[in-house]
């Protein structure tokens, strides 16, 4: 079963308009850690934001914010005035033990944003 | 700069060819990961390392090899490749648990002919 769904697999908007990426995750573990990365085409990952199951205070850094809500299983993103630098693929992930003290993370699928001028 | 380097950065390697891909950090980090990105798909996980000592193998053939000589280091050996292996290879590193932060190098894109 799919862990971390993004529905959203392209989404195009025009600079300044507001946009939000959505995530839905999947786990057992009561103690598990949510990220969001940007992959840019040169194809490095950059961390954007990681948030632990016990801190539900969402967060916001310049244009960007999360809104985290395990009633929901969600941890969506949201970038305020888009710009064309914003454009990537944009991948939420979770990190859940695989084995006794270790962890790796499981990505979505990504989704797409282009932002055009 | 990211603190995890990849090299090399692009590789065209042939079926019957024999090559190495590397990683390396220096943040003290004692897990290492391995993972393989297709065009349009999420990173898909390889391999973890964790105290230099392979403790996740996610059935992958065994034409990949892992290596980890050292707690800096982190080698994934190539061997008789098929076209479909063409893909971005990304490595990465963390705490031993994970969870408190993983950083991604800029990865090798590998094309197999």
């Known amino acids: 079963a799919q862990k971390v769904t993004q529905a959203q697999t392209e989404i195009s908007v025009v600079e300044k308009e507001d946009v939000t990426l959505d995530c839905v995750y999947e786990?057992?573990?009561?103690?598990?850690?949510l990220f969001w990365y940007k992959q840019p085409p040169s194809g490095e990952l950059v961390f954007l934001i990681r948030?632990?199951?016990?801190?539900?205070q969402n967060e916001i850094s310049g244009r960007y914010s999360w809104n985290f809500q395990k009633s929901t299983s969600s941890f969506n993103f949201t970038i305020t005035a888009s710009q064309v630098v914003d454009s990537a693929v944009y991948f939420c992930?979770?990190?859940?033990?695989?084995?006794?003290?270790?962890?790796?993370?499981?990505f979505g699928s990504g989704t797409r944003l282009q932002v055009q001028p | 700069d990211t603190e995890v380097t990849q090299t090399p950065k692009h590789l065209v390697m042939g079926m019957t060819n024999k090559k190495s891909l590397k990683c390396e950090q220096h943040?003290?980090?004692?897990?290492m990961y391995w993972y393989k990105q297709k065009a349009k798909k999420p990173p898909e996980l390889m391999f973890v390392?964790?105290?230099?000592?392979?403790?996740i193998n996610e059935s992958v053939p065994s034409r990949f090899s892992p290596e980890c000589p050292n707690s800096s280091l982190l080698n994934l050996h190539l061997h008789a490749l098929q076209p479909e292996d063409s893909a971005l290879y990304l490595c990465?590193?963390?705490?031993?648990?994970?969870?408190?932060?993983?950083?991604f190098g800029s990865g090798t894109r590998l094309t197999v002919v």
């Open positions: 786990t057992r573990d009561t103690t598990y850690y």
């Open positions: 943040m003290g980090h004692r897990a």
């Open positions: 390392y964790s105290y230099e000592k392979l403790s």
């Open positions: 948030r632990n199951s016990f801190d539900e």
């Open positions: 992930a979770l990190s859940e033990q695989i084995d006794t003290g270790r962890r790796a993370l499981t």
């Open positions: 990465a590193s963390s705490p031993p648990r994970g969870g408190f932060g993983y950083t």
